[in-house]
Each structure stands twice: as structure tokens, then as C-alpha cells.
């Protein structure tokens, strides 16, 4: 703390009260002592004088701090209360005098660099915040606050259906498992016009003594779920997902006009296509492929990747920038999408449509035989797709059965594309990243949005060629963004949390395969591990664990590698449309290389990005839940009239509850109490992933082929409870105890019935 002012004599109260003012930091009586330079033999008298100031009304005294009246404390507890234009939090403290002091002040909340879990914070949320005063006398809210702890999340608010009881009032059926079977009642009167079956949210009463449903009262009506297409309605409010555009953000999208040749490279020449899945509707990234003519280069390649330039439509501190930092990415649900920017952004200016002139921000790579990177260089384009082709179609053309689309490109691009795939396949190959083999399904729907099947799509070359190429951007982006000095948002992977990876150790010392201790820990190392599982009934168990084992990718500012994908710097550039990560990263190419306009404004600095960092990748976590609700949500639909019916499948997970048993034919979970598995008592065995019987030893392992019945379906929720049909496996000692204590038994059983029969 600086010293403001040093003499011989006492401060005035004038001077206490100025010095008070002007600190943000903690302010107690030893640290005006020490800004004063005050003996021991003045402190009795500072301390009068402060308590004379506090009686007067001048000063307050919290927890042995002071301050202003009518100010805020460096640290207060707040409630987070709306978000403002702009998207950010906004916060009142939670204790305080209006009738004194006026209203509250408001505080802005900021989202704390790699922010964890608990520092993650949403409306209805009370906060422990450390709060500055902005000194900013235009701005109407002057004071900033970082989360410190999330002290309570918002309880109150209530998700779920409304059921209609005759006679007026209702039930509220809850959409969160853990809910299940903790129905609220809605009295008549209290259901503010909701009908049978709309998605609402109810304010839950004080609970009072007695017996009966805690009861509620409806405070806001949804939506209908009237069809299967409204499910994922649920997770959209459930995790507080903003779905609609601010008429501000929708203005500047309609009013938005085609990026023009002035200013940037003609590429419409160059033959650069789309590959995407069949459904897409957006179409972001297109690329093309030819042998490089160097003869210093022979057997390399120049690939193309020319990605949308939504930098140019989206300008720092616009009305849509800022709802797509709210946002996040876009929100990928079986029956929608909830797409960061508006669909004329997305699906129109920046799609990148065949024989139409599109704005792009483009990479040329230049790759060896051996597949590696040797340079590269960024331009701002417009170009003109010759094609739109699907993963399927692209890779049928390469495979012998081209169409009317791809048979006129089969030689001039499809194949230098495929080329060039295999050349820098070797080095993706020789760099090693992390290979688990874990494929996704995906819910096709009927023409009515009901669930038709669950399929499995097939990974094919074509597939992997776009990553491959997608990957090699990412790194370039990043290498040029750090040459420039231009800070960034990094896509990094930390290494494995050592505890999980001792975990994972003593586990497969139990399928007698090793891990080595010694030594710096590599992608190439699990790799090996899941090469020796290849083909064995415990293939899908270690992929499994191995995939726990690794720790979540994340946004971040600064770069601590890729561990996964066993890169030293990786940024998202492939995809502005949908990730906001990508647009900064495009703003600071455009900063880097001198491209023209929309360059990353200069204040965004490595602490301004750090804070999106975290904010974002709660977006993508927020992202990826309300996904995965929505796919148990239809599964539970589609499975709720086939209640009694087995199933084949594998334990997916083991906790002390119980097992979670993913179904073969439809990726549906559902869950075993352990209650309910046999006559044993089931300890959970954490390092074994295992519920194991206490007398029996029958274990019951994640991983394990498994037969079900389904007892129970709970669609709003997407839960299943299935009965556990199939018995465990025992280990050698355990199976001949079992044996034995069998043949002891059936002998008994004949000598009982040989005796009956004598007599």
C-alpha cells in the first residue's frame, strides 16, 4: 500500500477520510496506521478518532474494515440478479439499507481466467466477489467484480411439466433425475394459466410441517411440449441457453451486405470445395489440393483451406459480437440448432455455396513427402465453391462409384485432395496423437420429429482428410499469431491429473498390462495400451478408462499444449460461425498479416482474452450437457412403450448406487441400483471400476457385456431404470468356493431326499 502522506502529527479526520476513499484494497486501523507513519503511542488515538467518524454516520465498520457509507467493501456477498445489453452478469449486494443509503450499485461480473466449476456463475446465483470501482463517471455501472466463490446456485427456479389436476391447480412433473419421484404441487390459482403438459418454471414454497407434495407456484410458462421436436425446449431452458437474438444483433444481420473484391486476393478461380456431413446446413470450410511445383519440394503439396470470414460481418463490440460472446457456439440438438450467430450470417453471407462469391479468410500449407508442415501463409480472399459434397458422396467418388456431381472433379481435385490426405497422414501417424476408439452415434428423426433409429455413422477417409487439413490450419494460426505477438485463445489439453493416471495404473495392473512410472507422460504411451486391447473383450473398457483418465480441452490465453492431439500450440481457426474462439483468432491473423479491417481491437490483451477464454469454455460445457440431456430425453421417448423388454449391452459406468448400462442398438444409459443385483451386498471398488459382492465376489466390471430389462421409462428426465438379468463374473478362488458350496449343497439335497424315502 502506498503512503499517501507522512508527518509527524496525527492525520485530521478530514485526511482519514480521504485516504479511506481513495483505497481498494483492506483498510483497517494497522493500515492507516502504517500509511500515516503512527507509533504505537498514537494508535489509541487514531482508533478514538475512527470510532468518532463510525458514531457520525462518516465511516462503517464491517468485519473490521472500513469504508464510505453507502460504498462497497472490497470483497461483498452479491446476488446475481439479469445480464445487461452486452450479455454480462450483473450483481447486487446482498445486504443492503436502501432507506440509508439509495439504491444499490450495480456490479458487473467478470468470468476470472480458467475459471473453474465454482467460479462459473449464472442469474439466481449468490457470489462471493471482489469488487473495483471502475472510476469511469459515465459509465452508469462503476463497479467490476470477480468471482471469488459461489457461495449458493439458484435453487428456487424449478423446472418441469405441468400436469392439470381437475377442478384447477396441478403437479409439476420435474425434467432433472435426481428429482424423480419429488413431485410439487401447484395449487388452484397458482398456475398462472399453464395448460396440460407446457414446460414451466415455479417458485417452490417455504416448506412447512406435516405431510404431502411440497407445494409451488408457476412463474413463467415456457413452452408446449406438445411433439418430441419441443425435448430439446427443455435443455434450452434448463441450462439457461439464449436462444433468441436481440432485435439490436437481428438488425445488424439483415442489414449486412456481400463482402466485395476491394481489398482482398481473387480466388474464385481456384477449384476449392466443401465436404461436410449430408444434413449440414452451414457450409464454413472448403479446401483444394495440388502437387507443389518446386523441385526443391518433390512428392510435397500446397493445400488450401479457406475458411468463411465472419470477422468481416461480426465487428469487435457490435451488437452481434457481443451476443455471440454470450452465446458461446452454437448448440447442435437432433431437432435444431441454436446457432451463434443469425441465419443470415450463418447460413447464407457465410456458407459458402457453390458458383457464389463468398468472403474468406484463407491458409496455403506447404507440406514435404513426409508430411510435414514447411510453410504457410494467411490471405483475405473471395472465392467461389465448385462444389458442395458430402462425406459420403466424396469418399463413394475415390472408392470407384462417382455421381453426376463428383465424376467431372474425380481427377482434377478429388484425388489430389486424397493425395495429399495420405502424405500428411504419415506424419499425423508418426506424431501420434491420442486414438481411442469411441464412435459417436447420432438420432435420426421422422418427418414428424419423432425418433426413427439410432445409427452409428462410419468413419471414413473423407472424414479424417478434413481433420487432418482442419488441424493443420489450427497449428498454423497459432504459429503466426505468437510470431506476431498477437495474443490469442489457445485450444489446450493439459496432460493427464497425476492421481487419475496412478488410478489408471493399478487398473491395468489388474489386466496384467503395464504403465510405465518413469519418464514424461505421451498420447503415443495410451496408444500402445489400446493397441494391446485391440480385439479383446476388454477393449471397450480400457477405451473407456483411458478416455476418463484425460482431462477436458479447454479455451485458454495462455498455452500449455494440446496433450491429446500431441501439439505444442493449437488455436480454433476452422470454424467462426459456430465458435467464438475461431473469431478471435480470426480478428488476430487479420491484426498479425495486415488484412484490412475487423482486426482484434488493441485493449483485447492477453488478460481481456483470458476471461473469454473461461466464459466460452463454460459455453461449450454448458453446450455439451444440454446435448447429451436432449439424446437421453428422445431415447427415453422412443424406448417408453417397451417396458419389460430386454436388451443387450455393456456397463458403462460403476458408482456406489449402482451400474449404468449403455444399450447396444441405441446408445440409451440407464441405471441398475444395487439394490436390485441379486442377494449379495455390492461394495463399489474404486480402482477396479467395479461393484464386487461381498460374500459371493461376483464383480460386476465397467466394461462388461451385460443383459436388461427395462422396468421403468422417465421421458421428460431421459431416464431408464433397467433390472440386471445377467450374473457377474468370479475369480478363480471365488468360483471353486462358489462350486464347491453348489456340489455341498445338491449332495446334501440327495442324502435329505434318499433318507425321506427310507422312511
Known amino acids: 500500500m502506498t503512503r499517501p502522506h507522512t508527518k509527524p502529527s496525527l492525520p485530521s479526520k478530514d485526511d482519514l477520510l480521504a485516504f479511506i476513499g481513495q483505497q481498494s484494497g483492506k483498510i483497517g486501523t494497522r493500515e492507516i496506521a502504517r500509511a500515516f ?21 462518516r465511516v462503517e465498520r464491517r468485519r473490521k474494515k472500513l469504508h464510505h457509507p453507502g460504498t462497497l467493501p472490497p470483497v461483498v456477498v452479491t446476488d446475481i440478479t439479469a445480464r445487461d445489453a452486452d450479455g454480462e452478469l450483473i450483481a447486487l449486494p446482498t445486504e443492503w439499507d436502501e432507506a440509508e443509503h439509495g439504491p444499490a450499485p450495480k456490479i458487473r461480473v467478470r468470468i476470472p481466467r480458467r475459471a473453474r466449476p465454482n467460479e462459473v456463475a449464472g442469474v439466481g446465483d449468490r457470489a462471493l466477489l471482489r469488487v473495483e470501482e471502475s472510476g469511469e463517471k459515465d459509465d452508469p455501472i462503476r463497479h467490476t467484480g470477480r468471482v471469488i466463490k459461489l457461495i449458493d446456485r439458484a435453487r428456487q427456479r424449478v423446472l418441469g411439466i405441468f400436469r392439470a389436476a381437475p377442478g384447477g391447480g396441478g403437479r409439476l412433473a420435474p425434467i432433472d433425475k435426481k428429482q424423480l419421484g419429488h413431485e410439487l404441487s401447484i395449487p388452484a390459482g397458482a398456475g398462472a394459466d399453464a395448460r396440460d403438459g407446457d414446460l414451466v418454471a415455479v417458485e417452490v414454497a417455504p416448506r412447512r410441517r406435516g405431510f404431502g407434495l411440497a407445494s409451488a407456484r408457476v412463474t413463467e410458462k415456457l413452452g408446449s411440449l406438445a411433439s418430441e421436436r419441443a425435448v430439446s425446449l427443455i435443455a434450452i431452458h434448463a441450462h439457461s441457453i439464449p436462444h433468441v437474438f436481440p432485435a439490436a444483433a437481428t438488425a445488424e444481420a439483415q442489414a449486412a451486405k456481400p ?78 440448432v441454436v446457432p451463434m450467430l443469425p441465419e443470415r450470417i450463418s447460413n447464407d453471407l457465410c456458407s459458402l455455396r457453390p458458383g457464389e462469391d463468398r468472403a474468406a479468410l484463407a491458409v496455403c500449407l506447404v507440406v514435404g513427402a513426409d508430411g510435414r508442415k514447411r510453410s ?25 462409384w462417382p455421381d453426376e456431381t463428383t465424376g467431372p472433379l474425380l481427377a482434377s481435385i478429388l484425388e489430389p485432395l486424397y493425395s ?64 506476431a505477438r498477437v495474443p490469442l485463445i489457445y485450444r489446450v489439453h493439459d496432460e493427464p491429473d497425476p492421481e487419475r493416471v496412478n488410478a489408471l495404473r493399478e487398473f491395468l495392473q489388474s489386466l496384467d498390462i503395464s504403465l510405465p512410472k518413469a519418464g514424461a507422460l505421451r498420447a503415443e504411451q495410451f496408444n500402445r495400451i489400446l493397441e494391446r486391447v485391440k480385439g479383446r473383450d476388454v477393449e471397450k473398457l480400457v477405451n473407456e478408462v483411458v478416455l476418463r483418465t484425460q482431462a477436458q480441452a479447454e479455451y485458454a490465453a495462455e498455452n500449455y499444449g ?31 498479416v495486415r488484412l484490412g479491417d475487423g482486426g482484434l481491437p488493441q485493449e483485447q490483451d492477453v488478460a481481456a482474452l483470458g476471461e473469454i477464454g473461461a466464459q466460452i469454455s463454460a459455453a461449450e460445457r454448458r453446450a455439451m450437457k444440454a446435448e447429451r440431456e436432449t439424446f437421453d430425453r428422445l431415447l427415453a421417448h422412443f424406448l417408453a412403450d417397451r417396458i419389460g423388454a430386454t436388451f443387450e449391452g455393456h456397463i458403462s459406468g460403476a458408482t456406489r448406487a449402482g451400474l449404468f448400462v449403455k444399450l447396444d442398438d441405441t446408445g440409451a444409459d440407464g441405471f441398475v441400483p444395487a439394490r436390485t443385483i441379486g442377494a449379495d451386498y455390492f461394495r463399489y471398488h474404486e480402482d477396479r471400476h467395479a461393484l464386487i459382492g461381498a460374500r459371493s465376489g461376483e464383480t460386476h466390471r465397467l466394461g462388461d457385456r451385460v443383459t436388461v430389462r427395462l422396468i421403468e421409462a422417465a421421458p421428460v428426465a431421459g431416464a431408464l431404470r433397467f433390472e440386471l438379468l445377467s450374473e457377474g463374473r468370479y475369480n478363480d478362488a471365488r468360483r471353486r468356493a462358489k462350486r464347491e458350496r453348489a456340489a455341498h449343497a445338491q449332495s446334501a439335497n440327495r442324502a435329505q431326499r434318499q433318507r425321506m424315502r427310507k422312511r
Open 37 to 57: 507513519g503512527l507509533k504505537n503511542a498514537d494508535r489509541a488515538t487514531l482508533k478514538r478518532m475512527l470510532r468518532e467518524l463510525a458514531d457520525e454516520g
Open 420 to 483: 495429399a490426405y495420405r502424405t500428411v497422414k504419415r506424419a499425423r501417424d508418426a506424431r501420434a496423437p491420442l486414438d481411442l476408439d469411441l464412435p459417436e452415434r447420432k438420432i435420426v428423426l421422422t418427418a414428424h420429429n419423432t425418433v426413427d433409429r439410432v445409427m452409428t455413422p462410419e468413419r471414413l477417409d473423407a472424414h479424417r482428410l478434413i481433420e487432418e487439413f482442419m488441424i493443420l490450419a489450427n497449428v498454423a494460426a497459432a504459429e503466426t499469431l505468437e510470431r
Open 376 to 400: 504457410h501463409s494467411f490471405h483475405r480472399v473471395l472465392m467461389r465453391s465448385a462444389a458442395r459434397l458430402s462425406y459420403v458422396q466424396a469418399q463413394a467418388a475415390v472408392d470407384g
Open 259 to 336: 463482402a466485395r473484391l476491394a481489398g482482398r486476393e481473387d480466388w474464385r478461380a481456384l477449384a476449392l470445395v466443401t465436404i461436410d456431413p449430408a444434413d449440414a446446413k452451414d457450409h464454413d470450410d472448403a479446401v483444394y489440393a495440388a502437387r507443389d511445383g518446386d523441385p526443391n519440394n518433390a512428392g510435397g503439396f500446397v493445400i488450401s483451406v479457406a475458411i468463411a470470414d465472419v470477422s468481416h460481418y461480426v465487428r469487435p463490440g457490435s451488437a452481434l459480437d457481443r451476443e455471440a460472446l454470450v452465446r458461446g457456439n452454437s448448440v447442435y440438438f437432433p431437432d435444431r
Open 562 to 592: 494440446h496433450f491429446g492431439l500431441n501439439l505444442r500450440r493449437y488455436a480454433h481457426f476452422t470454424s467462426p460461425i459456430r465458435r467464438y474462439a475461431d473469431l478471435i483468432v480470426h480478428r488476430g491473423l487479420i491484426r498479425a
